[in-house]
Every structure is written in structure tokens, then in C-alpha cells.
T-cell receptor, first 114, second 112 residues
């Protein structure tokens, strides 16, 4: 089944403790992106990647890092999480050559930083 | 970043009614997308629009790309209970669809 898989689904952590949220897609998509969703603000782009070793900032990149060493994986790294990073996070991917609108989203990771 | 105003914020309708929601932007977009999100899941693409004036249907859903390229609307006809969810518009101004800007969402509730 074609899908974007995020792990974990739920995470509670303490301020300052480094964490990584993994994202993997099995569709051989070039493009991958991370979003955070907060009440009343919709989804805001954190980082995106147009291919292996190519990443760029979205609208809210502060406090986050990403890497794209392999096509299928695009982990989101919080080096020193803070409470304002408590949010619902989504990873998405799409085929660069196919349907331009066909973004596939993962099921989300709900992060709480205390 | 770009700003998208989506309205209404929420709607409570009866089964069988038609629904209309819209998004407006202060800037021009090259692509408009409409997504639906159900509880505990990520957004799922409903309709993609690529040209100003384009009108596209997907079953009971119809969406249009505004002539000015600064707005889009989504209509749902004859709503049913499974239409419940949050509907998001999203726009892309890059031409490469690399930087989607999302609206704040319209929460739809359908009563029997």
C-alpha cells in the first residue's frame, strides 16, 4: 500500500531533550515536506526537500532540523524542544513528475513538550 | 509567508443541504488544492486546480480556481454524514508546488 509512515504517533517529552520524528514513504517520491498544525492556524510548512541532499526552509523552520540522506526518509529533528513546539506534525510527499497536486500525508505525530 | 483567509470557520448543516466555503489570498497563486482531514488522520487531497477559471468536480464536490488567481471555492452538494471533517484550502505560488500555504480550515458538522 502506498503510504507515508510517521513514528511515533504520540510523544511526550521534556524541554531540552533532543528528539527525532521519523518519516518514510514507499512511493519513490522526490518531494517531501514537514508541516505543523496548530488550532486556528492551519498547517504551516517547516522544511521541505526536493530530492536527496536538497532541503530548504519553509515558513516556520526555527527550532527544527531535517536531513535527506535517502530518498524514502525525511526525519524531523528537534535539538532542544521547547513547549511552543507542542503541536501536531505531518509529513507529506509527492511525485515530482506526476500529478502536481497529489500530496500524500502521513497520519500525524502529536508532540507534547513539558 | 503567504496568508490565506478561509471562511467560514465552522458550519453546522443538516444532511442533504449544500455547502459552500471559500479561500482568498492577498497574493496570486498558481495552484489551488482542497483537502479534507478526518480526526486522527492527515489531510487527503480532494481536488486540485491548475488554471485560472478552472472548474473541477469530484463526485458531489465542485471547486473553482478564481479568475483573479487570488481565490477559490469548494461546494459540496447534498451533504451526507461522512462529509464531516475539516476542509482546508491550500495554494502554491512557486509554480513547482514546493511551498504550499494552507488556509485555517472549515470545520463541517452534518446533522441527521
Amino acid at each position: 500500500e502506498a503510504q507515508v509512515t510517521q513514528n511515533p504517533r504520540y510523544l511526550i517529552t521534556v524541554t531540552g531533550k533532543k528528539l527525532t520524528v521519523t518519516c518514510s514513504q514507499n512511493m519513490n517520491h522526490e518531494y517531501m515536506s514537514w508541516y505543523r498544525q496548530d488550532p486556528g492556524l492551519g498547517l504551516r510548512q517547516i522544511y521541505y526537500s526536493m530530492n536527496v541532499e536538497v532541503t530548504d526552509k519553509g515558513d516556520v523552520p526555527e527550532g527544527y532540523k531535517v536531513s535527506r540522506k535517502e530518498k524514502r526518509n525525511f526525519p524531523l529533528i528537534l535539538e532542544s524542544p521547547s513547549p511552543n513546539q507542542t503541536s501536531l506534525y505531518f509529513c507529506a510527499s509527492r511525485d515530482w513528475t506526476g500529478d502536481r497536486g497529489g500530496y500524500t500525508f502521513g497520519s500525524g505525530t502529536r508532540l507534547t513538550v513539558v | 509567508g503567504q496568508q490565506l483567509n478561509q471562511s467560514p470557520q465552522s458550519m453546522f448543516i443538516q444532511e442533504g443541504e449544500d455547502v459552500s466555503m471559500n479561500c482568498t489570498s492577498s497574493s496570486i497563486f498558481n495552484t489551488w488544492l482542497w483537502y479534507k482531514q478526518e480526526p486522527g488522520e492527515g489531510p487527503v487531497l480532494l481536488i486540485a486546480l491548475y488554471k485560472a477559471g478552472e472548474l473541477t468536480s469530484n463526485g458531489r464536490l465542485t471547486a473553482q480556481f478564481g479568475i483573479t488567481r487570488k481565490d477559490s471555492f469548494l461546494n459540496i452538494s447534498a451533504s451526507i454524514p461522512s462529509d464531516v471533517g475539516i476542509y482546508f484550502c491550500a495554494g502554491d505560488y512557486t509554480g513547482t508546488a514546493s511551498k504550499l500555504t494552507f488556509g485555517t480550515g472549515t470545520r463541517l458538522q452534518v446533522t441527521l
